[in-house]
């Protein structure tokens, strides 16, 4: 079965500097990886989602990059502020008609001034 | 628009008792989901719906009931509270696919004693 990886330490960072998170599966590619924000007591916010035949893809401050060959997907906030601390979650979906949206457990990220 | 609604926000039941968790959404999505959210485990998928009438189990389904008679509304039900089933609940909506962008609900935190 699929497994994906986030980092379960927080990322502590300056702000201004870049919070670069990973997201790392085993086995098959996702045909669909997507990045959402999440803050204590609330929902997740979708950010970001990258296909399959795309290796990154920008909004704004963040950057999602895919790399099939290492199984792996960075996330980047450039010029990261205290507004950015929030835990952060991938969640990929493979091509199948059984393929369901799997999130990974997510990654909390404190920005400090 | 109101996006994804859940009722109620808190809920504490006694072991046995039932209930029903609410979920409706106003962006006309053909897609719902309920998942679960507990600590280290990430975001699991109870059950999800991909048009009204349509119902299907995800990961983790015993104990839970689903039903779409309204393309608006999904209520998830208990139906014979475990403290196993203390956990935060969140119903999802998207457009058409579960690979596209999931629109959230604030949560609904159950704590079954």
């Known amino acids: 079965s699929q497994k994906i990886e986030q980092n379960s330490e927080a990322l502590n960072i300056q702000e201004g500097k870049t919070a670069t998170l990973t997201c790392n599966y085993t086995?098959?590619?996702?045909?669909?990886l997507q990045w959402y924000r999440q803050d204590p007591g609330r929902g997740p916010v979708f950010l970001l989602l990258?296909?399959?035949?795309?290796k990154e893809k920008r909004k704004e401050r963040l950057k999602v990059t895919f790399d099939t060959t290492l199984k792996q997907s960075l996330f980047h906030i450039t010029a990261s502020q205290p507004a950015d601390s929030a835990t952060y979650l991938c969640?990929?979906?493979?091509?199948?008609?059984?393929?369901?949206?799997?999130f990974g457990t997510g990654t909390r990220l404190q920005v400090t001034l | 628009n109101a996006g994804v609604t859940q009722t109620p926000k808190f809920q504490v039941l006694k072991t046995g008792q039932s209930m029903t968790l609410q979920c409706a959404q106003d962006?006309?999505?053909?897609?719902m989901s309920w998942y679960r959210q507990d600590p280290g485990m990430g975001l699991r998928l109870i059950h999800y719906?991909?048009?009204?009438?349509?119902?299907d189990q995800g990961e983790v389904p015993n104990g839970y009931n689903v039903s779409r008679s309204t393309t608006e509304d999904f209520p998830l039900r208990l139906l014979s509270a475990a403290p196993s089933q203390t956990s935060v609940y969140f119903c999802?909506?998207?457009?058409?696919?579960?690979?596209?962008?999931?629109?959230f609900g604030p949560g609904t935190r159950l704590t079954v004693l």
């Open positions: 999802a909506s998207s457009y058409e696919r579960e690979y596209n962008e999931q629109f």
């Open positions: 086995n098959y590619s996702p045909a669909y």
């Open positions: 990258i296909r399959e035949n795309e």
């Open positions: 969640a990929l979906w493979f091509t199948g008609t059984a393929s369901k949206l799997t």
């Open positions: 962006m006309n999505h053909e897609y």
């Open positions: 719906s991909v048009g009204a009438g349509i119902t």
